[in-house]
């Protein structure tokens, strides 16, 4: 085989696909209102209509939450616009998805869910190697004493780098 075409080889074998690792919603009220305790990566199982519009950035995760039933997990009232050129094709926008995990993530949800009264928030979506993947965070509702302590952290973090801008200049 020629040097020419295996360069060739090896581009065809990463992909076409410069999205990877791009992040397409993020979900910041979720940071703010829980604390959280351990993150997964699922899968989502996908309308065409719906990836064509994410990949359009039409994705809002403000208030969505993750329920597991039995032996599988579903994200509810996440926002996925209605696609632009869509034609007859078209998708409920807040429609009810299944995730895809591991058997025994579901199983790890799930008992800690029950046990130990957490809950299971959306984080962020993004791409990775072409697909659209859901983190998911095992997480702890926050009281009010909290959510003062995080804003008043981010306001020093907020004067400190602007202390530092005005002592480099």
Known sequence: MSRSNQGKSDTAAKGARD????????NRKANFEYEILET????????GT??????????????????????EIFLWNAHIAPYSHRGSAAHEPTRTRKLLLNRREINKLLGKTI??????????MYFKKGRIKLAI?????????????????READRETRTAMKTRNR
């Open 19 to 26: 999205d990877d690792g791009k992040l397409i919603a993020d």
């Open 137 to 153: 965070g095992l997480a702890r509702g926050k009281n009010v004493r909290d959510k003062r302590e995080t804003i008043k952290r």
């Open 50 to 71: 719906e990836v064509k519009s994410i990949r359009e950035g039409g994705v809002s995760l403000r208030e969505s939450f993750c329920k597991v039933f039995g032996a």
């Open 40 to 47: 997964f990566e699922a899968g989502i199982v996908l309308q």
């Open 115 to 124: 046990e130990k009264g957490l809950t299971v928030v959306p984080l962020r």
